[in-house]
């Protein structure tokens, strides 16, 4: 164990290749434990190797990993994300064990279930129970209420995402480009875009923007095979043959994709104003000057959201919940918009709290 008077912190990150999304809250969260431990006191380390794409988590990690993690000689292991979920115990069992042995602490920030089902709720809890948290601060007020009633314990914070946090640690370049639009969809199909001075309904999705209608119409067949899997949605993208525009309403399309790796050239850049990076900082810079963001990923509309910008969210993910905490209900139905002095004095509170038990 570190015997320095100054703790060190080592943030779980990671598999931002393959979902960008994680280095978003990786990186609030970075932040947030800075404002508590020191600059110089937090780091990142590599996740655990059986989250890659495709592969069985349950399974665990794959056979012959070392797992590096548990050799680790750190105060506390701080982990974010929807990572409360049945694989819990075969990915981190044995690293939790050798770090906890040693004195290591755990700290769940910007914690969640994965998908809230009962059978997530019985092994959460009963690994809980063995391995304590100092602290937990969830990310959803769903997540917040299932642990707040099992009396556990230890120290809970109806807490944010952390990538609400970003725009504490990164303050994005500007673009010599007047107005776009951010349009990003991975697993579902982007919507057709008609204008028009009333609501179509027939629209698949419909809300007013600068003084006219935007009818979205999802494409049946993308659509459907979007809901029969990632793999299947696809080879649903290689169907797709449509020339979709570069502008819309004046506005210049921008067509981010947050899952790159492997780098899936043909679904990528099939479309024009396609942009690809295996680094959040393209991405912040992008959702920080769109004027609005529609999105199937749910960081995608957080980031927009945490710069001030308007979102909408098309995903039926469990994962959305995160929204409700900041009061985005209306995301699955129209772009909304944060309070953003708001969402500071929330950011505040909850980095009070956490100093409070930490320091």
Same mark, same amino acid.
């Given at each position: 164990m570190q015997t320095s008077s100054a703790p060190r912190v080592a943030l779980?990150?990671?598999?931002?290749?393959?979902?960008?999304?994680?280095?978003?809250?990786?990186?609030g969260g970075h932040w947030i434990l800075r404002q508590?431990?020191?600059?110089?006191? $937090?780091?990142?380390?590599?996740?655990?190797?059986?989250?890659?794409?495709?592969?069985?988590q349950e399974t665990g990690n794959p056979h012959n990993d070392v797992e590096l993690l548990r050799f680790l000689d750190v105060d506390y292991i701080v982990m974010q994300g929807p990572l409360m979920t049945v694989s819990f115990e075969k990915l981190w069992r044995p690293t939790l064990e050798a770090l906890t042995a040693r004195g290591t602490r755990i700290i769940l920030l910007g914690a969640a279930f994965f998908k809230y089902t009962e059978a997530e709720f019985t092994a959460v809890k009963k690994f809980l129970a063995e391995f304590k948290p100092v602290v937990i601060s969830t990310r959803d007020s769903r997540s917040y209420e299932v642990?707040?009633?099992w009396e556990?314990?230890?120290?809970?914070y109806d807490g944010m995402d952390s990538a609400f946090f970003v725009p504490k640690a990164y303050k994005p370049f500007d673009f010599a480009v007047d107005r776009y639009l951010a349009l990003n969809f991975d697993r579902f199909p982007e919507p057709d875009i008609k204008l028009s001075a009333t609501r179509d309904e027939t629209a698949t999705h419909a809300f007013e923007h600068r003084g006219k209608w935007w009818n979205l119409h999802v494409p049946k067949l993308q659509d459907y095979f979007s809901h029969k899997g990632k793999a299947v949605a696809y080879f649903g993208h290689l169907l797709d043959r449509r020339k979709l525009p570069t502008e819309v309403d004046g506005l210049m399309?921008?067509?981010?994709?947050?899952?790159?790796?492997?780098?899936?050239?043909?679904k990528i850049y099939q479309h024009p104003n396609a942009v690809a990076s295996d680094e959040p900082w393209t991405?912040?810079?992008?959702y920080a000057n769109s004027e609005f963001v529609l999105a199937d990923r749910v960081h995608a509309? $957080?980031?927009?959201?945490?710069y001030g910008r308007e979102a909408m969210l098309f995903t039926p993910s469990p994962r959305q919940a995160l929204f409700a905490r900041v009061g985005a209900t209306d995301i699955r139905s129209r772009p909304v918009k944060l309070d953003m002095d708001w969402l500071? !004095?929330?950011? $505040?509170? !909850? $980095? !009070?709290?956490?100093?409070?038990?930490?320091?």
């Open positions: 779980v990150s990671g598999f931002w290749g393959q979902n960008i999304g994680n280095a978003f809250f990786n990186v508590i431990f020191g600059e110089d006191n $937090v780091a990142f380390i590599q996740d655990q190797p059986g989250y890659r794409t495709f592969h069985k642990l707040k009633g556990t314990g230890i120290p809970l399309v921008l067509r981010p994709e947050h899952r790159v790796n492997p780098h899936m050239t043909r991405y912040f810079n992008i509309c $957080v980031a927009a959201l945490a500071e !004095e929330e950011r $505040v509170k !909850e $980095v !009070e709290w956490l100093k409070g038990r930490l320091e």
